[in-house]
């Protein structure tokens, strides 16, 4: 860092490491790129008419810094969707028609907004032969996330025709479609090319044998194995032991036959643990990757359902968090269609002991309903809406795959919230609305942590870096510019130019305060994030500084390397006293 001065003027300009950029994880999705240090050029130009001694102290300071976000819970979002007997969202209320309630106990709603996301329209054609202006950069992703490990053959062969007859039917040139499944052993990104698409849902096929017994002797279901090791259900004890004997022709203790059972429950638990570590994985990740898309964002699950075992609970919750931080709805689409349990042939399945195949159809039939309870939790939990029950997959992909008209988010922060993890169910209903269909959040966990002003403050730079909001607080004018010094490569200038007059600064001693952090970054023509920095200019204005610079503002500038292409350019400033923010969009085209 030097302070260079010349002409009764001082810039202060600094070239950041590579590992100062905007650095956001992206799991096993896809790796962000990041600009190295040659391709970010020191760009702080700072307007002045005063001179500085070498002896006092610095009035204006940058840095270029880190971007990390953690999320919390302490405001606990729960978004609403109000739908009439039709199945429309409607969207004609207000906060006090709500009621909420944490386990039970009636809470303040402190936060209310509506979410109103409307169909886009198709461009109308131009009138005259103008030059073609940049296409519109997307602004709705909608990904397809196929549970590979626990959808049947013939139940996956049916939702992929249904997905892609769905897929090619959508006309919206401002959709970008992904395609993913839990095991991660199909991967598509985000593209408007549906030939892209379409092969990628061809090669989608069923993984391991997840509904099956991961052992021959005695032969197992998931449920049953959790009731047994872990709940340690004695009817599920005395069968598997009867299974035991029939199925090793031994004669053997009752503890022998227990300890060999146990053994079996336990290989088909860690089977069971692996995918949904996996499948939980997959969704964050993809959560992750989707909360830097600049626009609505939906994801399609579609499984045949699964058990949740109550050791990855936490981790189920927050990934619901993280979906709610970063606005990404969930809607979960049942494989099976109108599924009519049959408990002597799931029973069949997982006995080689007519004894037991009464209580085993009984456990079959536990089973199916807690795989449906997932389904429908996930679903639940982040606003989205569970689809079940009907033959019709191309009406249940429609369902899926659109955003409700009006979405409600209540927000409350839990008084007297113990940081102990523990579960807390939700509650929401409306006054007075009879005949009016709730799809709510249904609980939370609480977090084994605490939150402070620092890590609130980058999360709020993140939601507004990675959504589509113009914010006016402060006022701010971007310039954006670029050069080519090759057919393949340019050089985008992002410069903000900020009124410093509206935001307020804190008297300390000598100088007046402030922090102003600026975002900038770019984004391709299907929305993925490209790259993008982050610079924090401390001000430390003496008084007659700072009346000059009232007048003068403050122009804060990065360059970015890019080729050619369509670019959506983010800009966000947030100051650090008075907590207000400006965010704007620009595009560039690089011919």
């Given at each position: 860092?030097?302070?260079?001065?010349?002409?009764?003027?001082?810039?202060?300009?600094?070239?950041?490491?590579?590992?100062?950029?905007?650095?956001?994880?992206?799991?096993?999705?896809?790796?962000?790129?990041?600009?190295?240090?040659?391709?970010?050029?020191?760009s702080?130009?700072?307007?002045?008419?005063y001179?500085q001694?070498?002896?006092?102290?610095?009035?204006?300071e940058?840095?270029?810094?880190?971007?990390?976000f953690?999320s919390?819970?302490?405001?606990?979002?729960?978004?609403?969707?109000?739908?009439?007997?039709?199945?429309?969202?409607?969207?004609?209320?207000?906060?006090?028609?709500?009621?909420?309630?944490?386990?039970?106990?009636?809470?303040?709603?402190?936060?209310?907004?509506?979410?109103?996301?409307?169909?886009?329209?198709?461009?109308a054609?131009?009138?005259?032969?103008?030059?073609?202006?940049?296409?519109?950069?997307p602004?709705?992703?909608?990904?397809?996330?196929?549970?590979?490990?626990h959808?049947?053959?013939?139940?996956?062969?049916?939702v992929?025709d249904?997905?892609?007859?769905?897929i090619?039917?959508?006309?919206?040139?401002?959709?970008?479609?992904?395609?993913?499944?839990?095991?991660?052993?199909?991967?598509l990104?985000?593209?408007?090319?549906?030939?892209?698409?379409?092969?990628?849902?061809?090669?989608?096929?069923?993984?391991?044998?997840?509904?099956?017994?991961?052992?021959?002797?005695?032969?197992?279901?998931?449920?049953m194995?959790?009731?047994l090791?872990?709940?340690?259900?004695?009817?599920?004890?005395?069968?598997?032991?009867?299974?035991?004997?029939?199925?090793?022709?031994?004669?053997?203790?009752?503890?022998?036959?227990?300890?060999?059972?146990?053994?079996?429950?336990?290989?088909?638990?860690?089977?069971?643990?692996?995918?949904?570590?996996?499948?939980?994985?997959?969704?964050?990740?993809?959560i992750?990757?989707?909360?830097?898309?600049?626009?609505?964002?939906?994801?399609?699950?579609?499984?045949?359902?699964?058990?949740?075992?109550?050791?990855?609970?936490?981790?189920?919750?927050?990934?619901?968090?993280?979906?709610?931080?970063?606005?990404?709805?969930?809607?979960?689409?049942?494989?099976?269609?109108?599924?009519?349990?049959?408990?002597v042939?799931?029973?069949?399945e997982?006995?080689?002991?007519?004894a037991?195949?009464?209580?085993?159809?009984?456990?079959?039939?536990?089973?199916?309903?807690?795989?449906?309870?997932?389904?429908?939790?996930?679903?639940?939990?982040?606003?989205g809406?569970?689809?079940?029950?009907?033959?019709?997959?191309?009406?249940?992909?429609?369902?899926?795959?659109?955003?409700?008209?009006?979405?409600?988010?209540?927000?409350?922060?839990?008084?007297?919230l113990?940081?102990?993890?523990?579960?807390?169910?939700l509650?929401?209903?409306l006054?007075?609305?009879?005949?009016?269909?709730?799809?709510a959040?249904?609980?939370?966990?609480?977090?084994?942590?605490?939150?402070?002003?620092?890590?609130?403050?980058?999360?709020?730079?993140?939601?507004?870096f990675?959504?589509?909001?113009?914010?006016?607080?402060?006022?701010?004018?971007?310039?954006t510019?670029?050069?080519?010094?090759?057919?393949?490569?340019?050089?985008?200038?992002?410069?903000?130019?900020?009124?410093?007059?509206?935001?307020?600064?804190?008297?300390?001693?000598?100088?007046?305060?402030?922090?102003?952090?600026?975002?900038s970054?770019?984004?391709?023509?299907?929305?993925n994030?490209?790259?993008?920095?982050?610079?924090?200019?401390?001000?430390?204005?003496?008084?007659?500084?700072?009346?000059?610079?009232?007048?003068?503002?403050?122009?804060?500038?990065?360059?970015?390397e890019?080729?050619?292409?369509?670019?959506?350019?983010?800009?966000?400033?947030?100051?650090?006293?008075?907590r207000?923010?400006?965010?704007?969009?620009?595009?560039?085209?690089?011919?």
């Amino acid at each position: 860092m030097e302070l260079r001065s010349g002409s009764g003027c001082a810039v202060l300009c600094s070239t950041p490491p590579a590992h100062t950029l905007l650095d956001m994880p992206a799991g096993r999705v896809r790796p962000l790129h990041r600009v190295g240090a040659a391709g970010l050029l020191c760009s702080l130009a700072l307007t002045c008419g005063y001179a500085q001694s070498a002896q006092s102290a610095p009035e204006i300071e940058s840095k270029t810094t880190p971007l990390t976000f953690n999320s919390k819970v302490y405001l606990v979002s729960v978004p609403v969707v109000a739908r009439d007997a039709g199945g429309h969202a409607m969207g004609n209320f207000e906060r006090q028609d709500f009621e909420l309630f944490d386990n039970g106990k009636p809470q303040i709603v402190s936060r209310f907004e509506v979410e109103r996301f409307a169909g886009i329209a198709a461009p109308a054609p131009a009138a005259t032969a103008a030059p073609a202006a940049p296409p519109a950069p997307p602004d709705r992703f909608v990904a397809y996330l196929f549970d590979d490990a626990h959808l049947r053959f013939d139940n996956l062969a049916r939702v992929r025709d249904a997905a892609w007859r769905r897929i090619s039917s959508s006309a919206n040139p401002a959709e970008r479609i992904a395609i993913y499944t839990t095991t991660g052993a199909t991967t598509l990104d985000f593209t408007s090319d549906r030939d892209k698409v379409h092969e990628a849902l061809d090669a989608i096929h069923p993984q391991a044998p997840i509904t099956s017994s991961a052992i021959d002797c005695p032969p197992m279901s998931i449920n049953m194995a959790d009731l047994l090791w872990n709940k340690k259900d004695p009817t599920a004890y005395s069968d598997a032991e009867s299974d035991v004997v029939a199925c090793t022709h031994m004669p053997m203790t009752a503890d022998e036959a227990d300890f060999v059972a146990e053994n079996a429950a336990k290989t088909t638990l860690a089977l069971a643990d692996r995918y949904i570590r996996e499948s939980l994985g997959t969704l964050d990740a993809l959560i992750r990757k989707m909360s830097m898309m600049a626009g609505q964002r939906t994801v399609v699950m579609v499984s045949d359902g699964f058990l949740m075992l109550d050791d990855r609970r936490q981790d189920q919750s927050a990934v619901f968090e993280r979906a709610l931080r970063a606005n990404v709805v969930i809607n979960a689409l049942d494989a099976r269609a109108i599924y009519v349990l049959n408990p002597v042939g799931e029973a069949s399945e997982h006995t080689i002991n007519s004894a037991t195949i009464g209580d085993k159809g009984r456990f079959a039939n536990d089973a199916a309903l807690a795989d449906r309870a997932v389904m429908a939790e996930t679903a639940s939990a982040t606003g989205g809406r569970f689809i079940e029950g009907s033959n019709d997959l191309d009406a249940g992909f429609a369902r899926a795959a659109e955003t409700p008209e009006y979405v409600y988010v209540l927000g409350f922060a839990p008084q007297d919230l113990k940081l102990d993890g523990k579960y807390h169910s939700l509650k929401v209903a409306l006054r007075n609305s009879k005949g009016i269909a709730i799809e709510a959040r249904r609980g939370y966990y609480a977090p084994h942590y605490s939150e402070n002003s620092a890590e609130r403050a980058k999360e709020e730079i993140a939601e507004a870096f990675f959504s589509r909001e113009e914010i006016h607080d402060i006022p701010v004018v971007m310039q954006t510019q670029f050069f080519k010094s090759t057919d393949e490569k340019a050089t985008i200038s992002v410069a903000a130019k900020v009124d410093i007059r509206q935001i307020p600064f804190r008297k300390e001693g000598d100088r007046n305060r402030n922090d102003l952090t600026v975002v900038s970054g770019l984004f391709d023509q299907d929305g993925n994030f490209v790259k993008g920095t982050q610079k924090v200019v401390a001000m430390r204005l003496l008084d007659a500084t700072l009346q000059s610079r009232l007048n003068a503002g403050l122009t804060v500038s990065a360059t970015f390397e890019a080729a050619p292409g369509n670019y959506l350019v983010r800009l966000v400033v947030r100051d650090a006293e008075g907590r207000m923010m400006a965010a704007q969009n620009g595009a560039i085209e690089i011919p």
